[in-house]
């Protein structure tokens, strides 16, 4: 009897330890359950960092790509007022230019009748552009002028400098008049002309620096001339 109380007690002393393993196991459970839950937040952090810092970096770029287009229209605002204000500057020295040039030299070119006409023309074309090739109204190569401003009193000259310089009557230039068609090279192989205006000064279109302008012939002598009038 007393061997089986012993069993018994010894049997009740393991039951009691067993019983006592579930709440370490579950209380363990708890833990691992938290550390899991905690380590899903973590991940969710980040996750929504990662999403945040990536819409930060996309608006940072749209941004700045939206700064480049405003400033790129902004330089080509400026560059399109810059030009139209350049434009009406050289529009106002042209006009300037045409009437100061015209004005001086009206009293120190005296002529009448055909060569008057012919004068008259080509100060009015004063300030106009050189184009090569050019036959007006606005825009003339030297022979081109020269044509055109005879062609007011009926004289029909050729076309290119060339044979200009063959046209009419050789003069001595210690003995120019007013109307004389001035030319530079070779007699039959000029390469410009120009008619003489009086007060040793011709004009012509000179080149597309200058375009049509009075000039002096101290500054860049003629080879010779010739007289259709």
């Not at 049997?11 to 370490?24: F, G, R």
């Not at 691992?32 to 952090?45: C, E, G, I, K, L």
């Not at 330089?75 to 009437?99: G, H, I, L, P, V």
């Not at 055109?148 to 120019?176: E, H, I, K, Y």
Request: glycine share 8%; proline share 3%; charged share 20%.
């Amino acid at each position: 009897m007393a061997a089986a109380g012993a069993s018994a007690s010894a049997s009740a002393a393991e039951t009691t330890q067993t019983l006592e393993l579930p709440t370490l196991t579950a209380d363990l459970a708890a833990q691992v359950a938290q550390s899991a839950d905690a380590t899903q937040q973590t991940a969710a952090n980040y996750e929504l960092q990662a999403e945040r810092d990536a819409a930060a970096a996309a608006a940072a770029k749209e941004a700045k790509k939206d700064l480049a287009e405003a400033k790129k229209k902004a330089e080509a605002k400026k560059k399109a007022e810059e030009a139209r204000k350049a434009a009406a500057e050289a529009a106002a020295s042209r006009s300037s230019t045409r009437t100061t040039l015209s004005a001086s030299t009206t009293a120190s070119a005296p002529a009448s009748g055909s060569v008057a006409t012919v004068i008259a023309f080509l100060k009015a074309q004063v300030g106009d552009a050189y184009v090569m090739g050019g036959t007006g109204p606005n825009a003339w190569d030297c022979s081109g002028l020269v044509q055109a401003a005879f062609r007011q009193v009926g004289v029909d000259l050729p076309r290119v400098s060339q044979d200009q310089s063959m046209s009419g009557t050789p003069v001595s230039l210690s003995n120019l008049q007013v109307g004389d068609i001035l030319y530079w090279g070779a007699r039959g192989s000029a390469y410009h002309v120009g008619v003489y205006i009086g007060n040793g000064q011709y004009l012509d279109a000179a080149n597309p620096s200058k375009g049509v302008v009075i000039q002096d012939l101290s500054g860049y002598p003629a080879t010779g001339a010739v007289r259709v009038l």
